[in-house]
Structures are given as C-alpha cells and as structure tokens.
C-alpha cells in the first residue's frame, strides 16, 4: 500500500481521476451535515476506489478502506475548516484519504508488534539483588524493606499479567 502522506496528490486530482468540486454542496453539508456528507460521500467513493485499485489494492481491501474513511470523516467535524478560498477540494479530501490510510497502516504494523499489550520488562538482575537484600537477615533495613516492596509489586504484576492473559483466552 502506498502510504506516504499528500505525495501525489495534485498530479491525481489533475488526471482527471475526480469530478469537479460542487462548492455548493460542501458549503450545504457544513449547515445539513449528514443529508449533504451523504452526497459527498457517493461522489467521492468510486474516485477513491478506482484510486486505492490503482496503487495495488484488492477490492475488498479497497471497500474497506473507503468504508471506514467514510466512518471516520462522520466521527469528525471534517468540512469545518474547508473554504473554497483555501483550494481544491478534491486535493483537501485526497491528502486526508492519505492520512487515514497512512494512519490505519500505522495501527495494521503496531498490532502485528503487539501494540496494545502490555509487556512486563524487569530485569532479572535487579530481581535477583531484591531477593538478596530482602532476604538478608543484617543490614540496612530500609534496603531490606524497600527490596521486599518492590518484590511484592512485581509478584502483584505478574500475577495480574497471568490473570488477564487467561481471561483474554477464555473470551
């Protein structure tokens, strides 16, 4: 998938590929939003797919992408910054497609990482120097004290980790 962000996209808009921009039905979709998003919506859907179908994409992946560009232009209050005056509306609409999909690749590569978990990372020698200092018999005994603690936090977090890992299988 190409996801760089607006690179291209004044040379897609002047291929021809999109319609000429209806001011008057972006200026009528800021006052009755979702009658007129409706119409913007259809007559900017099939530009954007033969777009995505254009850089590689299936159409199922294509669907579903313009599917929740759709979504996700409904969540915002996308059309209050857009003003005939600022320029195309068809370069405005393109470079925030690029954006959305460069974003949904963003979250499609974190969560093949396991974005989203969270990962318990203590060192094992710190641990092992806890165990020493709490279990020791002589010395400092805010050491000792501030070495038990912090095994009991860590015993804590691992058996939350363990807890939520097995309520996430059963699920």
């Keep these: 998938m190409n996801v760089g962000r607006v690179d291209g996209a004044a040379s897609d808009v002047s291929s021809g590929l999109f319609a000429d921009t209806h ?3 972006v200026m009528r979709a800021k006052d009755d939003f979702a009658t007129a998003l409706n119409s913007l919506c259809l007559a ?10 254009c850089r590689g994409e299936t159409p199922e992946d294509a669907e579903d992408l313009v599917q929740g560009f759709s979504e996700h232009l ?4 996308f059309l209050r910054n857009v003003a005939r005056e600022k320029g195309c509306f068809r370069t ?4 925030a497609f690029q954006n959305y999909l460069c974003d949904q690749h963003k979250r499609a590569v ?6 989203g978990q ?6 094992l020698l710190n641990i ?14 805010h050491r000792r004290s501030f070495c038990r603690a912090t095994l009991f936090l860590i015993l804590v977090a691992v058996v939350v980790a363990v807890v939520r890992g097995l309520l996430k299988g059963v699920s």
């Design 23 to 25: 001011w008057s039905l």
């Design 44 to 53: 900017y859907r099939a530009p954007l797919l033969v777009w995505l179908r």
């Design 74 to 77: 409904l969540s915002y209050e």
């Design 92 to 95: 405005f609409l393109l470079a």
């Design 110 to 115: 974190a969560a093949k990482r396991g974005g």
């Design 118 to 123: 969270i990962v318990l990372c203590v060192p």
């Design 128 to 141: 092992i120097l806890c165990l020493v200092w709490a279990l020791r018999p002589s010395g400092n005994i």
